[in-house]
C-alpha cells in the first residue's frame, strides 16, 4: 500500500529554534500534501494545504510566515516551525494524496511530536 | 458548514464485535473514511466508503452508512487486543483540491481481555 515517511518522529529544542518537518511519499506521487496538528486527546486540525509547484494555502488562524511549508517536488514537502515558542509544541502530522480527484484516500505519516522547552 | 461528530470512548471485552458510531451534517459528503491511530503514530487508513453504497466489508471490518440520517458506523467483529486504539471518521466533500478531510473527534477504543 502507499506509504508516507515522515522525518523526525521527535524533536525537543530551546524556544527561538527553527525546526523542518519532512514528509516524503514513498512509491506514490503526491500532487497534494496536507500539514495537520494534533494536541493531546483531541482530533486533527488541518493547518494547510500544499500543491506540487504552487504556493501552499493555510487555514484561517493559521500564520503562514510561522509555518513555512514547501512542496518542491512530487514526493517531499517540508514543514518548517521558526522561531519556536512552547506554544507550538504538538504534534504535527503530514498525509498525501496522490491524483488529482479530491477523493483519494489520504495516507499519513507517523507525525512528529515537537516539543519546545 | 461541515461537522463529524463521534462517541469518546467504547470499551468492550475481547472476542466481542465493536460498534463505533459516527455523524456528519454535509449532505454532499461523497467519500467516508475511517481510519485509526495508535499512541504516538500517525493514522492508518482502514477502509472508506463512497456514499451512493449503503454497506462497505472487509474481512473483520463491516462500515454502515444510513444517508438519510446521516450516520455511519465502522463495526469490528471477533475484537482483539491489538485493535486497541482511536478510530476517527473523516469526510471528504467534492470541492476543488484544496479540500481535505475534516475528521471527528476520534472514539478510544478500549478492548479488555
Known amino acids: 500500500g502507499a506509504v508516507v515517511s515522515q522525518h523526525p518522529s521527535r524533536v525537543i529544542c530551546k524556544s527561538g529554534t527553527s525546526v523542518k518537518i519532512e514528509c516524503r511519499s514513498l512509491?506514490?506521487?503526491?500532487?497534494?500534501m496536507f500539514w495537520y496538528r494534533q494536541f493531546p486527546k483531541q482530533s486533527l486540525m488541518l493547518m494547510a494545504t500544499?500543491?506540487?509547484?504552487?504556493?501552499?494555502?493555510?487555514e484561517q488562524g493559521v500564520e503562514k510566515d510561522k509555518f513555512l511549508i514547501n512542496h518542491a517536488s512530487l514526493t517531499l514537502s517540508t514543514l518548517t516551525v521558526t522561531s519556536a515558542h512552547p506554544e507550538d509544541s504538538s504534534f504535527y502530522i503530514c498525509?498525501?494524496?496522490?491524483?488529482?480527484?479530491?477523493?483519494?484516500?489520504?495516507?499519513f505519516g507517523d507525525g512528529t511530536r515537537l516539543s519546545i522547552l | 458548514g461541515e461537522d463529524v461528530e463521534q462517541s469518546l470512548f467504547l470499551s468492550v471485552r475481547e472476542g466481542d464485535s465493536s460498534v463505533i458510531n459516527c455523524t456528519y451534517t454535509?449532505?454532499?459528503?461523497?467519500?467516508l473514511y475511517w481510519y485509526k491511530q495508535e499512541p504516538g503514530a500517525g493514522l492508518q487508513l482502514l477502509t472508506y466508503?463512497?456514499?451512493?453504497?449503503d454497506m462497505k466489508q472487509d474481512q473483520r471490518l463491516t462500515v454502515l452508512l444510513n444517508k438519510k440520517d446521516k450516520h455511519l458506523s465502522l463495526r469490528i467483529a471477533d475484537t482483539q487486543t491489538g485493535d486497541s486504539a482511536i478510530y476517527f471518521c473523516?469526510?471528504?466533500?467534492?470541492?476543488?483540491?484544496?479540500?481535505?478531510?475534516?475528521f471527528g473527534s476520534g472514539t478510544r477504543l478500549q478492548v479488555q481481555p
Open positions: 498525509s498525501a494524496r496522490g491524483g488529482v480527484e479530491v477523493n483519494q484516500p489520504q495516507h
Open positions: 512509491d506514490f506521487q503526491a500532487t497534494t
Open positions: 500544499s500543491n506540487e509547484g504552487s504556493k501552499a494555502t493555510y
Open positions: 454535509d449532505s454532499s459528503s461523497t467519500y
Open positions: 466508503i463512497f456514499s451512493n453504497m
Open positions: 473523516a469526510e471528504s466533500i467534492m470541492d476543488t483540491g484544496r479540500r481535505a478531510l475534516t
